[in-house]
């Protein structure tokens, strides 16, 4: 079906060269007013999608996607592409076992969908799919690399931990960390930093929120040490130990004193609004010296505690037992009196291990369950030993390959995109899970959503307004998430579209504006263009990165053959494709 | 699964949405369909068969409003500041002169002037007075709201179960773990439509787009997802295009009635609130904010109480008048009071030791003052009453369990409240 694109093409003239650095997600590519009937998108598309960065290193009149040799050589321990073939052999087994059989493979651009979606947070635009489409082979390690050299990858990943990590927040004036937390995590990601490093830097982290995302996770709980050890064993570990603050875990092996020996790793740590107006941040500091015990319901923890009391539950206003910091995964724990940078710095160096095996499972857990749409475990953050995992196996064998290559969250990204499983057709969120057969059909998260319509649409995000508003900038982006977000650690297959979302794409401004805008992809398509399919197309190109079915396209045809005026059609069309529910998924 | 209580063979009469709809479907055959000449009769029709559900208007007072300039006036003592107290149509209870047309009404509302709790941060209680929980980073607590219309609300109606007008409080303050159909439906600015309900298109176009979309949903793969997508859009347009959403536009009231309500957006608020609940909406909540008066105290509290006190006045007995007040719950309270010791600017900072609430409606005697401070207002004389207490207080008026239990994300079962004991007397 894609000829039909191909056919767009045969009028080909010589494009000419676009500057490299103009490219980015929003929506340049198409931007520029004509359509590939005039201008010949084969080769043109060809070349923006070379002049991506990542697209540098190859010459820009290579045509041949497939025969292009991995960029990044696989020096480590164990390649993504083994370890994928292991898991796949895995799989093959467990489903024979159970008498079960593979979802269909989706066809190529399907896939070619989903990666771009799970590793840049974006749909590709028309010119890269029409790249793809036309080369002769697909060489999926190859395209995969490409995506995670780009820096979109980091992009898309900060955002969804700025997320995981945000949500959870118990004050608003956190949200001044949100951005810096996003930043640093983007650029951890881009440059392959270990996770066990990233994880170590957030815990011993102290400085100035609003310059330093390091610290975000102990912002966004206050410094309170309950919350942040909580956070940092659920986020890491993912194990929900605060269960255990108030009563032995009902349901876990860890008790009340373990939890709180875990709180005892940060007492000294304080995070506090920033008292100069001028600047509105909130630093997060550590001391060693004790004047007083403050006051323990202090509000902000304008100051830390010398060592953690665990309260005394018949009597809430004693002060409690004082604890040692006892990590309780290898129980190895350290002196009352121990200094903050001791403490702090132990936890990170037990908590990362690669003897703790929870830390490299709930990675795994975590980015399996984003790229598969379900987990190991029943949630991405309630796993540990008393949890039955899914093939337990196959989990055993990611987070073994994931501690050889030094917390690579590339190499594991790489690995899960290469598996046979992730190339199946999805099947939806609601469906009972009965094995590997496929991936999940996924909604997508509020920053994907904005990306696709920034493609869809044409828009220029820089050039929309924004406006300060309380710790942080509204944007057309930031209003979205209000609408769209939600936490990325909840489980998605209970997810659905409110009414309030389905208003927003119906009726806002945003989307209206560009629909109907005389610079809009409806009105060019219907000035430069008299061929239906090409305007199809187009419109489908867009919005949903793909080519119509022949049903599909011959509904529209009806409908362009029923209204007048073409423009008018041609905006219906746009806007009704904004409108499906495959807008919102990642199929 | 939890035990089948009084409350839910309760719900199951006034849980109408089933009869509604399938009203509809014989009527009209289809949401999408044209535009029938009996449909305002419908609408009425449907309006009046939810109106024997029971409704709730929260008037949020945001910043923490002061119990001395408002429920609870100290004149006698220092910490009472400039403000007098004056009768009311009740002997016995006076409240601040701020408030002269509440005290004309108190005879319809109870006071609780014992309310105590420990949250002393804004957001922090803000979320501790919507959700009855203090934050925490493990689970995400639905709001009141939420929790109300999960029980009450007929999520199959043409107008949302749950609207919320004004902006200042956000936050959290969503359906949390019951999930985003449980969000409210924010209406920014009660002199305008809620955002994104009008068409960007004239109607014709507007339904010509939506066949479309069904057409393309029609075939395909993800069966579930596109039927819960028209299923969606079918019942956002027909919100959208419902004669219903008239119930919005303040103009359609008549001019006097309008008028009575005084004037500002919360005044607004309060006259949208009751035209909400008159035709069936389940929970609305109508937020005004800037009583976070750490100086200038008085001045400001006149001033915000000259916006409250008409309205709310007006409120409560517009609904007696209309029969609904019987069947609807009135609160108005704030995050947490502020001190009794007046600072050095004028201002009161923020006191969630003790403070007051006003609560009417749905078979709360009116009249009566339950709990008190002490004479300098620094502590509870009589009569603690917590939060907890209060919110299994509200619940139970609404003829929701309390004690029903919600999944949360982990599987943890969360009850609506934890402990607490309900206020017997505001029945007695």
Redesign the interface.
């Known amino acids: 079906m894609w000829r039909r694109t191909g056919l767009a093409c045969e009028q080909m003239t010589r494009p000419e060269h676009r500057p490299a650095n103009d490219v980015a997600t929003e929506t340049r590519l198409g931007s520029s007013g004509r359509f590939r009937r005039h201008r010949g998108s084969f080769t043109f598309g060809l070349i923006a999608l070379f002049a991506l960065p990542w697209g540098t290193v190859l010459a820009q009149d290579q045509i041949t996607v497939a025969t292009s040799a991995s960029t990044t050589a696989a020096t480590s321990a164990v390649s993504a592409e083994e370890t994928a073939l292991a898991v796949d052999r895995l799989i093959a087994d467990e489903l024979s076992a159970s008498g079960l059989e593979a979802n269909p493979k989706a066809e190529n651009l399907l896939w070619v969908r989903r990666v771009f979606l799970d590793v840049v947070g974006r749909p590709p635009t028309p010119d890269e799919l029409l790249v793809i489409q036309t080369s002769s082979e697909l060489d999926r390690s190859w395209l995969i690399d490409q995506l995670l050299a780009n820096e979109q990858f980091g992009r898309n990943w900060g955002r969804y931990w700025r997320d995981a990590i945000f949500?959870?927040?118990?004050?608003?004036?956190a949200m001044v960390a949100a951005l810096p937390t996003q930043e640093y995590m983007a650029t951890a990601f881009n440059e392959d930093r270990s996770w066990g490093v990233v994880a170590s830097e957030m815990i011993v982290a102290q400085g100035d929120a609003s310059e330093d995302g390091r610290v975000g996770l102990i912002v966004?709980?206050q410094g309170r040490p309950e919350?942040t050890v909580?956070?940092i064993s659920?986020l890491f570990l993912g194990i929900?130990i605060?269960?255990a603050q108030c009563h032995d875990h009902p349901t876990d092996r860890w008790t009340r004193e373990q939890f709180h020996e875990l709180a005892a790793f940060f007492p000294r740590v304080s995070s506090r609004p920033n008292p100069d107006p001028d600047k509105r941040t909130i630093m997060v500091q550590a001391q060693d010296r004790f004047i007083r015990r403050p006051n323990r319901?202090t509000?902000?923890r304008f100051v830390g505690t010398a060592e953690h009391m665990m309260p005394d539950l018949a009597d809430p206003q004693a002060p409690g037992t004082e604890m040692r910091p006892i990590f309780f995964v290898n129980n190895e724990g350290l002196p009352i009196g121990t200094s903050d940078a001791e403490r702090r710095a132990s936890l990170a160096r037990w908590l990362t291990a690669t003897d703790n095996p929870w830390f490299a499972k709930a990675a795994v857990n975590r980015v399996w369950s984003e790229l598969l749409g379900r987990s190991f475990y029943?949630?991405v953050?309630?796993i540990g030993p008393d949890r039955t995992p899914r093939s337990p196996e196959v989990l055993q064998l990611l987070a073994d390959g994931f501690v050889a290559n030094d917390y690579s969250m590339k190499w594991l990204i790489k690995t899960i995109a290469l598996t046979d499983v992730y190339s199946r057709?999805s099947v939806?969120p609601?469906v009972v899970d009965e094995g590997w057969t496929a991936p999940y059909?996924v909604p997508l998260r509020s920053d994907q959503i904005f990306d696709r319509l920034v493609i869809a649409l044409q828009i220029s995000e820089s050039a929309l307004p924004s406006q300060r508003r309380g710790p942080g900038v509204s944007t057309p982006r930031t209003a979205l998430a209000q609408l769209f977000g939600?936490?990325p650690?909840?489980?998605r297959s209970?997810w659905?579209?409110?009414?309030?979302?389905?208003?927003?794409l119906?009726?806002?401004?945003l989307?209206?504006r560009f629909v109907?805008s005389d610079n809009g992809l409806a009105a060019r398509l219907a000035n430069e263009t008299n061929n239906a399919d090409i305007q199809i197309d187009e419109l489908y190109s867009h919005s949903l990165s793909r080519l119509p079915?022949d049903?599909?396209r011959s509904?529209?045809r009806q409908?362009l053959g029923q209204?007048q005026d073409r423009r008018?059609a041609l905006e219906?069309?746009h806007?009704?494709?904004i409108?499906?529910?495959?807008f919102l998924?990642r199929? | 699964m939890s035990e089948q209580t009084v409350w839910t063979s309760d719900l199951n009469l006034t849980r109408r949405g089933w009869r509604r709809r399938d009203m509809l479907r014989v009527l009209a055959g289809s949401a999408l369909g044209a535009s029938l000449p009996w449909q305002t009769e419908l609408a009425a029709q449907a309006g009046s068969l939810r109106q024997q559900g029971k409704s709730c208007i929260l008037l949020w007072m945001q910043g923490g409003p002061s119990q001395l300039e408002t429920f609870d006036p100290k004149q006698d003592h220092a910490n009472g500041g400039e403000t007098r107290s004056i009768a009311t149509n009740v002997s016995g209870i006076r409240i601040s002169e701020n408030l002269p047309q509440v005290a004309q009404s108190m005879d319809k509302i109870a006071l609780l002037r014992s309310m105590t709790g420990?949250?002393?941060?804004h957001?922090?209680a803000s979320y501790q007075m919507h959700t009855g929980y203090i934050?925490?980073?493990?689970v995400?607590y639905p709001t009141l709201g939420s929790n109300v219309v999960y029980h009450l609300g007929d999520m199959e109606a043409d107008l949302?179960a749950f609207v919320r007008i004004g902006q200042g409080n956000r936050?959290e303050s969503g359906g949390g773990y019951l999930?985003?159909?449980y969000?409210p439906?924010?209406v920014a600015d009660p002199s305008r439509p809620p955002?994104?309900?009008?068409?960007?298109?004239d109607e014709r176009?507007?339904r010509?787009?939506l066949n479309?979309?069904r057409?393309?949903?029609a075939?395909?793969?993800?069966?579930?997802?596109?039927a819960?997508?028209q299923d969606?859009?079918s019942?956002?347009?027909t919100?959208?295009l419902s004669p219903q959403m008239a119930t919005f536009d303040l103009e359609r009231e008549p001019q006097r009635d309008r008028e009575s309500y005084g004037e500002g957006a919360f005044a607004q608020g309060c006259l949208m609130a009751r035209r909400l609940v008159e035709q069936g909406v389940t929970f609305v909540e109508v937020n005004l904010n800037g009583w976070d008066t750490h100086d200038d105290n008085f001045s400001r509290c006149r001033d915000l109480c000259g916006q409250m006190d008409q309205p709310f006045a007006r409120l409560v007995n517009d609904l007696e008048e209309r029969g609904l007040l019987e069947s609807t719950l009135v609160l108005c309270l704030g995050e947490f009071g502020r001190t009794p010791r007046i600072n050095p600017r004028s201002g009161r900072d923020h006191f969630p030791r003790a403070f007051s609430a006003a609560i009417a409606g749905c078979g709360v005697r009116g009249g009566q003052v339950i709990g008190a401070t002490t004479a300098d207002g620094n502590e509870i004389a009589d009569r603690p009453i917590q939060i907890p207490d209060f919110f299994r207080t509200v619940f139970t008026t609404l003829g929701v369990d309390p004690d029903h239990e919600n999944m949360s994300?982990?599987?943890?079962p969360i009850p609506l409240v934890t402990d607490g004991e309900v206020i017997t007397e505001l029945f007695g």
């Open positions: 949500y959870r927040r118990t004050e608003e004036r966004a709980q919350e909580s956070e659920r929900q605060q269960c319901e509000m902000n029943d949630a953050d309630d057709e939806e609601s059909r939600f936490d650690s909840d489980s209970e659905s579209e409110s009414i309030p979302q389905s208003l927003f119906m009726n806002s401004p989307v209206d109907r079915s049903e599909e509904a529209l409908h209204v008018e219906d069309v806007w009704s494709l409108n499906t529910a495959e998924y199929d | 420990k949250e002393g941060s957001p922090r934050p925490t980073a493990s995400r949302p936050g999930g985003v159909k969000d439906l924010v955002e994104n309900t009008t068409p960007a298109t176009r507007f010509r787009r479309l979309v057409r393309l949903e075939n395909g793969a993800y069966e579930q997802a596109r819960d997508h969606l859009l019942r956002s347009s919100m959208m994300g982990i599987g943890r």
